[in-house]
């Protein structure tokens, strides 16, 4: 039961999908820390855009709401790539709490 605790803890502290590779789940897991990553990034790449157009926007007459109409542009790719990481976050934590895997609990 600790080692379950262990498992579900990996998944839902520190990244979704190493529960399941201490479970034995390699594959699982493996695609789960791919899919994290690529959440991850790709919010990398939206912010550094976003911020990139705040500093352009910087140096000009710009009105604000010109800047925030340019900044919102991304908002409903950040929601797409909140929810996808949650759900996979909600995913990982149930499975590892669900799954026996082939270790030894």
Do not use: E, H
């Not at 709401?65 to 759900?87: I, K, N, S």
């Amino acid at each position: 039961m600790v080692k379950k605790l262990k498992y579900v803890a990996l998944s839902a502290l520190v990244l979704p999908g190493l529960g399941q590779l201490c479970l034995g789940r390699r594959v699982k897991g493996a695609v789960m820390i791919v899919l994290d990553n690529i959440f991850i990034l790709a919010a990398l790449f939206l912010a550094l855009r976003s911020a990139g157009k705040l500093m352009l926007a910087g140096g000009k007459n710009v009105d604000s709401a010109q800047v925030l109409a340019a900044v919102q542009t991304d908002a409903p790719y950040a929601r797409w790539l909140l929810g996808g990481f949650l759900l996979l976050w909600v995913y990982g934590i149930v499975d590892a709490a669900t799954d026996q895997g082939s270790s030894n609990n």
